[in-house]
Each structure stands twice: as structure tokens, then as C-alpha cells.
């Protein structure tokens, strides 16, 4: 069954150390995959996650240890925004200021009750507090109670010019509908999609482009339930868009093609399937380092060249 809304965001990051220890202790993310950039296998491809690795749920990062950092711009994810309990938001705000997480006070943002913060490459991440999700599954990992854990992503937000064109894209081919708007933001919902089921617009002229660096979002990932899925997203981003995808690339865990849409921002189109146990068992995901088969033969190298993780 086809269920719209975000499937991941991959970012750019510093050290792959200090990058896992702020997601896996820090945030208390599940990593669900170790793996290497497919396109330069020198260097980590580092995958979080909620407990099943589901889509809606998956952060990636490319450390790159000297990675210049980025500066934020028109034609880019602005913020990436995950859910916890309503009632979490307080011991967020204590963990923030006991681990020296730079954030912000707490906010209202569509009514709901927004933690601004950022990673150590300077990344601008928020949770926000959703009644009910306490009762959902969660990952406890870095000491975090259970009860407080993060479920997937909330929402992203893009910065863009005009929000127009990224809409039309996002209602057609993506099953998204406006829901609200507020000062400069427009909200956009996938209806019935609970992880990762928003988009947020922020409208910004003036703004210089953006310049991609460490705390940059590299790109982000829309869902598709399989490849005829993807197809048909493609068709209608053709036909009705008059936009062209790339070539489906095999990534492993899922198939993807990329485009970038009207605002400049980089959008792909990721399969459900095969997912994250397609070469692991589901309880050791992370653990090992997983390449793919082309690399197979070459793992004593890489494995030397990628730096200790702890
Ligand atoms: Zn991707």
C-alpha cells in the first residue's frame, strides 16, 4: 500500500565520531546502518533510525572530517523536526542544557510546542511535542528514559523563493494538501501519515542561495511503496511538470531517483523496500560494517582508510 510523506533525509557532517555520539548518545537515535558512501567509499555513510528503521524515521549523514561548514540559503531544507511525547519537551530542555546542546526556548509554532536546537556541525534540528505518541514504540539508547524517546520525523522545512511551484509538486506528485499557514511558513500534510507526514514552506526572498557544508541537509527523500509506485511519481513529475528524474539508482536498503524541484532543493524519490534487514538480521542492525557488493572485495582497504568510530 502506498503511504506518502518523508522517507529520509541525508545531511553533511564533520567527524563521523562526533556525529555518532551526538545522534546515538546525545539524541538517543537507533544507527541502522554502517555504511560507506557508494560514490566516494572512502569515506562513512552513517544511517539513524527509530527501533524497525522505518521509513519516515531515517537521518543519514556523509562525515567528511575536514568538511567546511555550510552556511544556510535560499533553496534548501531549513530544519528537520522530530516527534516526542507532548510532555517531553521539559526533559529535552534539561538534557539540552546538561549535555551544552545550543537551543532555543521553547516555542508555539502551528499550536504545537517546538525545541530548536543544533548539532555540533551546526545543523538546525527541533523536536516538537505530539500528544499521543507516548503510546508508540520507541528506541532507548544514551541512558534516554523510554518514555522520552524520539518517533521519527515531525516535519522539514524548505526555504524558498516562492512557495508556489515547490507546491505543485508537492500536492501532485507526493499526496501532500496545505493545512495552515503562519507569518511566512505554509504547512503542507500527507493526510493519515503520522512519521514524517509534514512539510513546512518558509517563504524568504533576500536571502542569499545556500552553500552546501557540514550542517547542510544534503537532500530529501520521498516515499514510494515500490518501484511502480516511483514510476508513476516519475510520469507525473514528467507530464505534468515538465521535470526529468535520474536514471533509478540501487541503493541497497532502497531504490531512488533524484531531481531537484523548482526551489533548488534536492528532492529523491526512495522504494520502501527492500529496507534496512535486507542485510542484517533487524536486531543487529548498525553493528557491522555492511558494503555493498561491488565493494565486497576491496573491505580490507576500506576498512583501513575509514576512521574508528570509538
Ligand atoms: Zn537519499
Given at each position: 500500500m502506498?503511504?506518502?510523506?518523508l522517507h529520509?533525509?541525508t545531511?553533511?557532517?564533520?567527524?563521523a565520531r562526533?556525529n555518532?555520539?551526538?545522534?546515538g548518545r546525545?539524541l538517543?537515535?537507533?544507527?541502522v546502518?554502517k555504511?560507506v558512501?557508494?560514490?566516494?567509499?572512502g569515506?562513512?555513510?552513517?544511517?539513524?533510525?527509530?527501533?524497525?528503521?522505518?521509513?519516515?524515521?531515517?537521518?543519514t549523514?556523509f562525515?567528511?572530517?575536514h568538511?567546511?561548514p555550510g552556511r544556510?540559503g535560499v533553496g534548501?531544507?531549513q530544519?528537520?523536526v522530530?516527534r516526542?511525547?507532548?510532555?517531553?519537551?521539559?526533559?529535552?530542555t534539561?538534557?539540552f542544557v546538561?549535555q551544552g546542546?545550543?537551543h532555543?526556548?521553547?516555542a508555539?509554532?502551528?499550536?504545537?510546542?517546538?525545541?530548536?536546537?543544533?548539532?555540533?556541525d551546526?545543523m538546525?534540528l527541533?523536536?516538537v511535542?505530539v500528544p499521543g505518541?507516548?503510546?508508540?514504540?520507541?528506541?532507548s539508547?544514551?541512558?534516554?528514559p523510554?518514555e522520552?524517546?524520539i518517533?521519527?520525523?515531525h516535519s522539514?522545512?524548505?526555504?524558498?523563493?516562492d512557495?508556489?511551484?515547490?507546491a505543485?509538486?508537492?500536492?501532485?506528485?507526493?499526496?501532500?494538501?496545505e493545512?495552515a499557514?503562519?507569518?511566512t511558513l505554509i504547512r503542507?500534510?500527507?493526510?493519515?501519515?503520522?512519521?514524517?507526514?509534514i512539510v513546512?514552506l518558509?517563504?524568504a526572498g533576500?536571502?542569499l542561495?545556500?552553500r552546501?557544508?557540514?550542517g547542510s541537509?544534503?537532500?530529501?527523500?520521498?516515499?514510494a511503496?515500490?518501484?511502480?509506485?516511483?514510476?508513476?511519481?516519475v510520469?507525473?513529475?514528467?507530464?505534468n511538470?515538465g521535470i526529468?528524474t535520474?536514471?533509478?539508482?540501487?541503493?541497497n536498503?532502497?531504490r531512488?531517483?533524484?531531481?531537484r524541484?523548482?526551489g533548488h532543493?534536492l528532492f529523491?524519490?526512495a522504494t520502501d523496500?527492500?529496507?534496512?534487514a535486507?542485510?542484517?538480521p533487524?536486531?543487529?542492525?548498525g553493528?557491522a560494517?555492511k558494503?555493498?557488493?561491488q565493494?565486497?572485495a576491496?573491505?580490507?582497504?576500506?576498512?583501513a582508510?575509514?576512521?574508528?568510530?570509538?
Open positions: 502506498q503511504i506518502n510523506g529520509h533525509v545531511a553533511i557532517s564533520g567527524p562526533r555518532l555520539d551526538f545522534y546525545v538517543g537515535l537507533r544507527l546502518k555504511t558512501n557508494f560514490d566516494d567509499p569515506t562513512y555513510h552513517l544511517y539513524y533510525g527509530d527501533a524497525d528503521a522505518a521509513p519516515g524515521s531515517i537521518l549523514f562525515p567528511w572530517d568538511a567546511a544556510l534548501e531544507t530544519e528537520t522530530f516526542v511525547p507532548e510532555g517531553s519537551i521539559g526533559y529535552w534539561h538534557r546538561e546542546v545550543p532555543e526556548a521553547p508555539k509554532r502551528f499550536g504545537e510546542s517546538v525545541l530548536s536546537f543544533r548539532d555540533p551546526g538546525r527541533a523536536l511535542g505518541v507516548e503510546k508508540e514504540p520507541s528506541w539508547e544514551g541512558g534516554i523510554a522520552h524517546a518517533r521519527g520525523f522539514v522545512s524548505l526555504l524558498i523563493a512557495a508556489a511551484p515547490t505543485a509538486i508537492l500536492t501532485d506528485v507526493f499526496g501532500f494538501a493545512v499557514r503562519e507569518e503542507y500534510a500527507v493526510q493519515g501519515t503520522e512519521v514524517g507526514g513546512d518558509r517563504v533576500g536571502f542561495p545556500a552546501q557544508g557540514a541537509v544534503h537532500h530529501i527523500a520521498f516515499r511503496a515500490d518501484d511502480a509506485a516511483q514510476e508513476e511519481m510520469r507525473r513529475l514528467r507530464e511538470h526529468r535520474t536514471e533509478q539508482r540501487d541503493r536498503y532502497f531512488s531517483v533524484y531531481f524541484e523548482p532543493v529523491e524519490i523496500i527492500p529496507g534496512f535486507v542485510d542484517e533487524a536486531a543487529e542492525l553493528r560494517l558494503l555493498p557488493p565493494y565486497e576491496h573491505r580490507k582497504e576500506i576498512e582508510v575509514l576512521p574508528a568510530l570509538d
